[in-house]
């Protein structure tokens, strides 16, 4: 399948910001989304952005894409000890289709 | 919000044993399940999407023999993991999609089951 890349390891201060990138190949990518993996649990969606958008905010999370770079990316102000997880950045084509995952941003976030 | 289940949460089995792992959609109606395969300090891989009342799609290398999908209803997608190896331990996570139709851009997913085969 096509490819979703990113970083593998972040490490921040707590209160500081936090961006976790991603790049995918699909240019058909419709729907782009973020999720929280915390250890042992499943996965919970963040956020998402559809491909005609720039940008998303959320409280605390800001989501930017560039769809000509077809580069993605995760801001989370003010980061927290709780934020501490693996962050996946996924795309799909269409909103009723399976997942493309990147392999997962380890975030740690540090007192 | 839509809350996804899996059953059981971790299993320990024998070479040789098969496992069934249910996933269950609690408050929605999920036509089309997905499963997917985690490794450690890997992506999730597609293994295979589940339709209710039709045979499941498998990814390219999953062996439909050996990893058992059905979907039987619109709540509940199982997994057996038939003839279990040790390379068969890993981590398995549903997820559904609500709706049996218009628009639904999210994929509830599921805490996932740790398989580990002895």
């Known amino acids: 399948g096509e490819d979703v890349e990113q970083s593998l390891f972040l490490s921040v201060r707590e209160g500081d910001s936090s961006v976790i990138n991603c790049t995918y190949t699909d240019s058909s990518s419709t729907y782009l989304y973020w999720y929280k993996q915390e250890p042992g649990a499943g996965l919970q969606l963040l956020t998402y952005i559809f491909s005609n958008m720039d940008m998303k905010q959320d409280q605390r999370l800001t989501v930017l894409l560039n769809k000509k770079d077809k580069h993605l990316s995760l801001r989370i102000a003010d980061t927290q000890t709780g934020d501490s997880a693996i962050y996946f950045c996924?795309?799909?084509?269409?909103?009723?289709?399976?997942?493309?995952f990147g392999k997962g941003t380890s975030l740690l976030v540090t007192p | 919000g839509a809350v996804v289940s899996q059953h059981p949460s971790r299993v320990i089995c024998k070479s040789g044993t098969s496992v069934k792992i249910e996933c269950r959609s609690l408050d929605f109606q999920a036509t089309t399940m997905f499963w997917y395969r985690q490794f450690p300090k890997k992506s999730l891989m597609l293994m295979a999407t589940s339709n209710e009342g039709s045979k499941a799609t498998y990814e390219q290398g999953v062996e439909k023999d050996k990893f058992l999908i059905n979907h039987a209803s619109l709540t509940l997608s199982t997994l057996t993991v038939t003839s279990a190896h040790p390379e068969d331990s890993s981590f398995y996570i549903c997820s559904a999609r609500e709706g049996t139709s218009g628009f639904s851009y999210e994929q509830y997913f599921g805490p996932g089951t740790r398989l580990t085969v002895t």
């Open positions: 996924a795309e799909s084509i269409n909103s009723g289709y399976a997942l493309n």
